[in-house]
């Protein structure tokens, strides 16, 4: 747990202060940039206004930290934030009760860059904005590139909690070596995950509105023309408030199971989080959202008779007290939240099998249900298998799976003690 924001700070490369304390040490004035306005996911477009007011009940203290201020087409944005036993927090005035799964620009992102001697530089915080790549990077020629996905969450008390972040970060040293770059360290990775949170803290929704979705990305942003591992590497993070992935929010979203097409194969990179896996979905994908689908099932490629994983998250199969989960053999993301729901369930009491799991099996399931970064967990209502259509329960979470949301949500939320020591608190 860390007591204030200037462990997360520390060494980050100063340019200019941003929040210089007043004379008083009841407060400062915090100057951050807002857009005009941003688009939501229905591609509406919606104006920030002044910020709202969250009461505190924890003393939170604010340590003044630099930040590279770069060019921004944003306008500063005067935000007073006071460090009394019950603070004010300003949040960004947006609707928090229909926020959807959007992408909404936030104050700051983070920057690290990495040479040919494979060390990461230290990194800094800079306004949120566009970036400058050749047009002969690695990334934009090769796809040389992953990212990662985790969330922050505001406590009722005011406080952040971080899911597991090392685990995304041990997660992306892993596709970093199969797809030959260099990467973060472990305490690289997290300290930077930390120092955005805080940055862009009043983009948090209130307890219980939502998350900060927090996309780490790592890129080949050297210059290359031949086939070959690019020669300088960015790290970067942004963030963005984020509500219900699927527009059906917890209500139980309906699948068709794809056969032609194939997400992954065996020697592939489906098992890791690389950019160029999420573009190959999209065709298949769009096709069954203009028929009514939520999303798509993957089998594998050999028998096109197992069940691997939808086009974002990991798929989970009940009957009676033993859920089933594919096996994760190189074709499959290991999913954290795959992971967490794994041991959630175990210490639930049901018995837990990762193997090899047929359709038809899916098809006589009594419940079915989706695990990920951004669906958490979610529902199947129906699954349509070469025209047939199964589908689950009465219309909403049937019980197994409501008993692993709720615990795993409040664990993620700090409502209930946390004995797996996932969460990283922040205050």
């Excluded at 590279?68 to 019950?86: A, E, M, R, W």
């Excluded at 699948?255 to 194969?265: I, S």
């Amino acid at each position: 747990m860390e007591s204030s924001s200037s462990a997360v700070m520390a060494g980050l490369q100063p340019n200019s202060l941003i929040c210089p304390f007043a004379s008083s040490r009841n407060g400062c004035t915090l100057f951050l940039p807002i857009p005009n306005s941003f688009s939501s996911a229905a591609g509406q477009s919606r104006h920030c206004l002044p910020p709202l007011s969250l009461k505190l009940q924890k003393q939170t203290a604010f340590t003044p930290y630099h930040v590279n201020q770069t060019d921004s087409p944003f306008k500063l944005f005067s935000v007073s934030s006071h460090t009394l036993s019950n603070e004010t927090i300003q949040l960004a005035d947006i609707d928090w009760d229909n926020l959807g799964f959007g992408f909404c620009p936030t104050d700051y992102m983070y920057v690290m860059k990495c040479g040919r001697d494979g060390n990461f530089s230290k990194g800094e915080l800079q306004r949120f904005g566009n970036i400058e790549l050749s047009p002969s990077s690695g990334v934009l020629n090769y796809g040389q590139g992953l990212f990662e996905g985790l969330k922050a969450y505001r406590k009722q008390d005011g406080n952040i909690l971080l899911f597991r972040p090392e685990e995304n970060a041990m997660r992306m040293q892993v596709g970093a070596e199969r797809m030959c770059m260099p990467s973060p360290s472990v305490e690289q990775f997290v300290e930077a995950v930390k120092a955005t949170v805080l940055a862009n803290k009043r983009w948090i929704p209130p307890s219980g509105k939502g998350s900060l979705y927090i996309r780490p990305l790592l890129m080949g942003s050297g210059a290359v023309l031949g086939l070959a591992p690019a020669p300088e590497y960015t790290f970067l993070i942004y963030v963005s408030p984020v509500g219900n992935y699927f527009k059906e929010g917890i209500a139980p979203i309906n699948l068709v199971v794809e056969h032609e097409l194939h997400r992954a194969t065996p020697g592939g990179t489906g098992g890791v989080k690389t950019i160029g896996n999420y573009a190959a979905v999209l065709k298949a994908q769009s096709a069954a959202k203009a028929k009514g689908y939520s999303d798509v099932l993957y089998l594998d490629c050999v028998h096109k008779r197992y069940l691997e994983e939808v086009s974002s998250c990991n798929i989970f199969v009940v009957k009676g007290n033993v859920i089933s989960t594919p096996a994760i053999k190189g074709t499959i993301l290991p999913g954290i939240t795959r992971k967490s729901i794994i041991d959630v369930a175990q210490s639930q009491g049901f018995q837990v099998e990762e193997r090899l799991v047929t359709v038809e099996e899916l098809l006589d399931a009594d419940e079915v249900f989706c695990t990920g970064t951004a669906v958490v967990v979610s529902p199947v209502g129906s699954i349509t298998y070469l025209g047939k259509r199964v589908s689950y329960g009465e219309g909403g979470f049937g019980a197994v799976s409501q008993q692993l949301y709720s615990v795993l949500t409040q664990l993620q939320m700090g409502l209930i003690a946390d004995k797996m020591n996932w969460t990283l608190e922040l205050s």
